[in-house]
C-alpha cells in the first residue's frame, strides 16, 4: 500500500430524494410525448448524498467526512440529514434552508435498466454559493491530508470556488460536471484546479470533441484527447454496462462490468463507482493493478469496480447492503470463480 495519509474528505453537491418511474417501452421519451409510466416504491437520491454514503461507510470513523450542502426545512431534508448520519457522515454544514425546499428529482427508467432524471434547480442547492462553501472549508480545515470534491447539482460558480480553494491548500481534488456544464467549466479552467475528473459517457464525449463515447476504445480515445490538453489530469470515465476506463498520467487501466451482477437499477452507479474510486486511494491503494488477482481489492479501480456493480443490485439508488464485510465478500466469490475457472 501507498502512504497518503488521508485524514478527511469535504465536498458539495446535490441533495435530496428523488420520485421513479418505469417505464414499459424501451423507446426513450420524446420531447412532446405523454406516457404513462409505473411510480416506483424505489429511493432515488441525489449525487453527493450517493457518494459521501459510501465513503461514510467504507472509511469512518478513521477518516472524517464532511458533505457541505443544504436541505429545505421539510421531511425530504431532515430525513436525508438522518440518513447520512447514520452512514457515519459529519453533517454540520448541511444546513435547512427556510426559503427553498429539498432537491427533488424525477427518474425515468427503461426496461433495460437505462434511465434519465430531471432536477428541480429552484431547491436549496441553490443556495450553496462560493461565499457558503469557502465559509464551511475554512471552518473544516483544508490542507494535503484533504480530498476536496465537486460534485454537480449545485451551482458551478460555487464548486469552482471550493476546487481552487483545495487546489491553493494543497488538497486532492475531484470534480465531476454534468454535459450542460462542460463548456462553462472549460472556459472557467475547471479542469486545470482538478487532479481527477469522473465522467460519463456524454459527458466524455462532450469534453472530448467527440460524437459518442460507445465502449472502452472510444474512452481511451477521449482520455488520449483530453490529457493532451490537461497533462496534470486524471480521469475515471464510466462508459455504462460496458465498464469504466481509469487514466493516471499516461498509463490506462480498462475495468469490465463486474460478473455475476443481477441488475435492478443502474441509477447511482457511476456515484457508486467514485466511490470506491476514492475510498481505494484513501486506504493507500494503489491506483490501479490486476483485477481480481486476489481475495481483496488491490487497486482503486477495481474497488470502484466493486462498488458500482453491487450498488444496481439494489432498487434503490443507494444500496444499504454495501458494507465493508460486504464489499469484501464479494470480492473473495468473484476471486474463487475466476481461479475455479482457470
Not at 435492478?264 to 493507500?284: F, I, M, P, R, V
Not at 466469490?333 to 475455479?340: G, P, V
Request: net charge negative; hydrophobic share 35%.
Amino acid at each position: 500500500m501507498e502512504e497518503r495519509k488521508i485524514k478527511k474528505i469535504i465536498g458539495t453537491g446535490g441533495i435530496g430524494k428523488g420520485l421513479f418511474f418505469l417505464s414499459r417501452e424501451e423507446e426513450t421519451l420524446g420531447r412532446n410525448e405523454s406516457r404513462m409510466a409505473v411510480l416506483s416504491d424505489a429511493k432515488d437520491y441525489c449525487k453527493l448524498h450517493i457518494v459521501f454514503h459510501y465513503l461514510g461507510c467504507l472509511l469512518t470513523p478513521g477518516i472524517l467526512v464532511y458533505p457541505i450542502g443544504k436541505v429545505g426545512c421539510d421531511e425530504n431534508g431532515r430525513s436525508c440529514k438522518e440518513q447520512m448520519k447514520a452512514a457515519g457522515l459529519n453533517v454540520s454544514w448541511v444546513k435547512e434552508s427556510p426559503a427553498h425546499p429539498t432537491m427533488l428529482s424525477i427518474c425515468i427508467q427503461y426496461p433495460d435498466k437505462s434511465g434519465g432524471n430531471i432536477t428541480a434547480d429552484n431547491s436549496a442547492c441553490q443556495e450553496v454559493d462560493a461565499e457558503y462553501l469557502t465559509e464551511a472549508a475554512r471552518d473544516i480545515g483544508v490542507g494535503p491530508d484533504t480530498i476536496v470534491a465537486a460534485l454537480p447539482e449545485v451551482p458551478l460558480e460555487g464548486r469552482l470556488a471550493l476546487l481552487r480553494y483545495g487546489k491553493e491548500r494543497g488538497a486532492f481534488c475531484v470534480a465531476s460536471c454534468g454535459t450542460a456544464e462542460i463548456k462553462e467549466f472549460v472556459r472557467q479552467k475547471g479542469p486545470e484546479v482538478c487532479d481527477l475528473l469522473a465522467l460519463n459517457q456524454e459527458e466524455t464525449a462532450e469534453l472530448a470533441g467527440m460524437m459518442k463515447v460507445r465502449d472502452a476504445c472510444d474512452a481511451q480515445e477521449a482520455a488520449d484527447r483530453i490529457q493532451k490538453r490537461y497533462p496534470g489530469l486524471n480521469l475515471w470515465l464510466t462508459v455504462g454496462a460496458e465498464g469504466s476506463l481509469l487514466a493516471i498520467g499516461k498509463k490506462r487501466a480498462v475495468y469490465g462490468p463486474l460478473p455475476g451482477v443481477k441488475v435492478k437499477n443502474t441509477g447511482g452507479a457511476g456515484d457508486a463507482s467514485l466511490a470506491g474510486l476514492l475510498a481505494g486511494y484513501c486506504l493507500g491503494l494503489p491506483w490501479q493493478g490486476e483485477v481480481f488477482s486476489g481475495p481483496d481489492a488491490h487497486s482503486a479501480g477495481e474497488l470502484a469496480t466493486l462498488l458500482g456493480g453491487i450498488s444496481v443490485e439494489s432498487e434503490d439508488s443507494i444500496n444499504l447492503d454495501i458494507t465493508p464485510d460486504s464489499v469484501r465478500r464479494r470480492s473473495r466469490e468473484i476471486y474463487a470463480l475466476k481461479r475455479k475457472e482457470g
